[in-house]
């Protein structure tokens, strides 16, 4: 949220609380949903079965497209392939905590 639609949001008698928690909000529920969207893909991928939960799902996919996005970044193509490098990066995290031995 930018200066001028904070001034306005306050001008209107909404308070600063409101226009900031609504956008918080709405970025945690696409969080939420890219997350679900990329950790399924990512699992999609990998063979053999994976009882995960929907929660679990949806961190590896959060996780893995933080861990795509400094890879992609780091090879200069964050902005161009950025969903598929998060893709890979939560299938990636799937395989690598899937084949852990349990302590």
């Known amino acids: 949220m930018d200066s001028t639609a904070i001034a306005d949001s306050v001008a209107k008698g ?27 893909l990512a699992r999609l991928i990998l063979p053999g ?8 799902t949806m961190g590896f996919g959060i996780a893995g ?18 969903f598929i490098f998060g893709v890979a990066g939560a299938a990636f995290l799937i395989w690598f905590f899937r084949r852990r031995k349990p302590a």
């Open 14 to 40: 909404m308070g600063l609380g409101v226009g900031l928690g609504m956008g918080l909000a709405l970025f945690l529920v696409i969080l939420a949903a890219l997350g679900l969207l990329i950790g399924a």
């Open 49 to 56: 079965p994976d009882p995960m939960s929907i929660p679990a």
């Open 65 to 82: 497209s933080l861990l795509g996005g400094v890879v992609g970044a780091l090879l200069g193509l964050h902005g161009r392939f950025g």
